[in-house]
């Protein structure tokens, strides 16, 4: 584990619910983590840097419970000791099929991580399959269990193909490990944007840069160009 982490967010989440998905949007770098159709493939603990300090932690897929003693001996052997006493860890995301929300796996975890007394934050994944109507209900189902679990909950829907709900769970994000958000400029109207392609590697940049990168991709071309 990073020496000079300050801030760290864990992300847990059954497999194939979206979990790396949710993570690859909200680093915006498409291959941060691996999106895998193969439920748990991630297997340790996988840190991804946003800014000096500051990590995105993946955690391994809860993967199908066909194994269920396996299963529950890696989790209580590794991620139960640092979801409960790793210091730099700020806040918990569990992300749920929102299809499929509130499994055993996830209320094992709400109930693990609950004792910490540190803020988790669901997100609702696949939000773009539901209706409106089906959305709402799933809202209100997800939010009757936590009221029984922990009073340090929040939860939104979220659809990383759609991008739904990206700008609350960057504002919630943000929150936990003490970033600035920097409102995006549109530009001005009737002005053509230029794309620019970006160059991949494998450390997430935090929010600020993203927006000044975002930024620079707007200006409108020269007259030289």
């Keep these: 584990m990073p020496s000079d982490s300050q801030r760290e967010i864990a992300f847990a989440g059954r497999s194939n619910a979206g979990k790396s998905s949710a993570i690859n949007t909200?680093?915006?770098h498409t291959r941060l983590a691996f999106v895998s159709k193969t439920p748990g493939r991630t297997q340790h603990l996988n840190y991804f840097t946003l800014d000096e300090g500051k990590y995105f932690v993946d955690l391994p897929g809860y993967g199908f419970a066909k194994a269920p003693e396996e299963i529950r001996s890696q989790w209580e052997g590794l991620l139960a000791p640092?979801?409960?006493f790793r210091v730099p860890l700020v806040g918990l995301v569990l992300i749920m099929d929102s299809r499929h929300?509130?499994?055993?796996l996830d209320l094992q975890m709400l109930d693990w991580f609950a004792q910490t007394g540190k803020p988790i934050h669901i997100l609702l994944s696949k939000a773009d399959k539901l209706t409106r109507q089906e959305q709402a209900l799933a809202l209100r189902e997800v939010q009757a269990a936590l009221a029984r679990i922990s009073d340090n909950c929040t939860l939104q829907l979220f659809s990383s193909l759609k991008k739904i709900g990206v700008a609350e769970a960057e504002t919630v994000l943000g929150g936990w490990l003490d970033m600035a958000l920097i409102d995006e400029v549109a530009p001005?109207?009737?002005?053509r944007t230029e794309k620019v392609a970006r160059p991949k590697n494998r450390k997430a940049i935090?929010?600020?840069a993203r927006s000044a990168n975002k930024a620079s991709e707007n200006k409108k071309p020269s007259a030289n160009e």
């Excluded at 001005?188 to 002005?191: I, K």
């Design 26 to 28: 909200l680093a915006n």
């Design 206 to 208: 935090g929010w600020s």
């Design 82 to 84: 640092y979801l409960r």
């Design 188 to 191: 001005p109207s009737g002005l």
């Design 101 to 104: 929300p509130l499994t055993e």
